[in-house]
């Protein structure tokens, strides 16, 4: 006597092995930092120097530091 698993046992299952599988799954490799700190709060603040420079080169705002 065979019978499909309900909605919420196909559920459990799935939930079962997607815990199981993360559990289990193998360390990611520790990557190199690609970006600098300096980089990464420029980008984060949305700062790009060419704009400015360019902005001064044109005579428009005075360059702040």
Do not use: D, N
């Not at 815990?19 to 520790?30: C, D, I, N, Q």
């Not at 980008?43 to 530091?65: D, F, P, T, Y």
Request: charge should be negative.
């Amino acid at each position: 006597m065979s019978r499909s698993p309900s909605a919420e046992e196909s559920a459990a299952i799935a939930a079962a092995v997607e815990r199981f599988l993360a559990e289990t799954a193998p360390a990611g490799a520790a990557e190199e930092e690609a970006t600098s700190p300096w980089q990464r709060a420029a980008l984060a603040e949305g700062v790009g120097a060419k704009g400015i420079v360019q902005k001064h080169l044109e005579g428009g705002e005075r360059w702040q530091s």
